[in-house]
């Protein structure tokens, strides 16, 4: 698709941290079956594998691997390191060399002998598959350290807990898109005989909201269920023409003046309460064909210093509980969980209609550019993007990394609590970090702490989408409606300083941001 997609829902995700090992299972090898000479137990320890512990488990053999298979497939994330102590291996000497004969394994760049681990890989076999990996330490002197280790798909015929793994990002529940879907009023019938309306509603995991260079204001989960809506025109039924998409907003329009409903954020002990204003319609061009599409959210980010124990006021039981219109009716506009919270029930049901006491300590511009394509490094790009209203904030800097850079696909601890399926690239396993968000990569001295890759060198900030054609949904009398179930959509922004120090201390504000969010998108016509 291509109506400008949401991109600003969670604009400004201020404030949080957090994250279980995600490369718990250690496997420091042992003799390799076939070696034609003995293993010398003291060199045991100089390289071995970390492999994450979801669907995992290792053998009596600490060098055998077995996952049952999801779907007809494992994955098994798999990194190389160095220094994986034993019994009678608790030191490793500075090595001349590491070989791996499977291209996917990059070992660690620092072979000193201190723990260090190459980015991980997504070793896939399908089911009933062994995959064989030989791994040779080399050193000055004594050794080397050769292991066999062997990846085992075991069978799973009926896809007895599959977990996570078993749907993964992909599909929503269909639910925002029935087959009586009709448009809506405010959306005049599309005379090129297109659909008149594409709904865009975000699905409950696979999301991911990061602001600012620290990390500490990383891998915030965008609220299920929130919606944005384009009337379309200029395409006709069979999408040989794009369709052009345009997103009324305003005060009793299609998508009313806010983006979604309040979004509660805490970080660093701050907690604040976001409103997304919109300063122009959304705008955007959808292919019916690919799923393709590209566009534009413009907004005022609100954000108001609240409490950690009630965020952003909630709507429960049809009314408000608290803030400004505590007591008024209110509908449902979506939910998220704030995992610190001090709350009792951390799941907030949030509304267009519950707002906050007071006045925004700030309200920051947000041009948000959405795609279901490639969107790199925000601002001016390469290092330290992002420095307008630089006097304001606090200086800029690529990371909170110290020296040690920032790493990709290597968190941990509370950062990488458990993996999922990349909803951008299925084939691939990602972190999810306890605050519900994606964690694309740590500091490589701290692996719970995420970060930006925008040292010198690194790749920069790059997040991608992913189109998915739409289809005509089951029972509907005709073409339509349609939908793109899981469709991907991906931003990056800068975000200028607050002029508040505890907010742009924490965040890292002037700072760049990014967002994925995971959608199913609707298209609907009227008969």
Known sequence: ?????????????????????????????????????????????????????????????????????????????????????????????????????????VPPSDLSGAHACGDSAALTATSGQKLTINVTASAASGGPDTDKFIFVCKKNPKNKKCGMTQTGCLVGSGASCPASALPDAACPPNAAGGPDEAIFTTLGQCTDLDNGWTGVSHNFPVPANSQLKFCLSGCDAAGTTPCTANGPTGVGSLNTDTFGP??????????????????????????????????????????????????????????????????????VDGSVTVTNSLASNKTFKLSKDCLPIGSPVATLTIPLPITTGTDHTPGAGGSKPCTENLAHGVPVADDGCSAAGCGTDNCTGISCVSMIEDPSNPSHMVCVDVKGGLSQGCCNNDT???????????????????????????????????????EVTVATFCIAATGASNIDTVTGLPGPGAVIFNNDVCLVKAP
Do not use: Y
């Open 1 to 105: 698709m291509n109506p400008r997609r949401p991109a600003s829902l969670l604009i400004l995700g201020l404030v949080l941290a957090s994250a279980p090992p995600a490369f718990a299972l250690v496997l420091p090898g042992g003799k390799a079956k076939g070696e034609s000479r003995k293993v010398d137990k003291a060199s045991d320890c100089w390289v071995g594998l970390e492999v994450a512990d979801a669907d995992v488990k290792s053998s009596n053999k600490k060098n055998k691997i077995i996952q049952k298979a999801c779907n007809g497939s494992c994955t098994f994330d798999t990194q190389v390191c160095v220094s994986e102590a034993t019994k009678k291996c608790t030191t490793v000497p500075a090595l001349t060399g590491i070989t791996v004969d499977n291209p996917a394994l």
């Open 262 to 331: 309040p979004l509660p954020l805490i970080a660093g002990g701050v907690a604040v309460c976001v409103i997304n204003v919109f300063t122009a319609p959304a705008t955007g061009t959808a292919n019916l064909v690919t799923g393709e599409m590209n566009g534009e959210v413009d907004l005022h980010s609100q954000v108001f210093i609240t409490s950690a124990t009630q965020v952003c006021p909630r709507c429960e039981t049809g009314t408000c509980d608290s803030g400004k219109n505590m007591g008024h009716a209110c509908h």
């Open 448 to 486: 719970t702490v995420p970060c930006f890759q925008t040292r010198p060198g690194s790749p920069g900030i790059n997040r991608t989408g992913r189109p998915v054609p739409p289809v005509t949904v089951t029972g509907a009398t005709g073409a339509f409606p349609k939908i793109s179930a899981g």
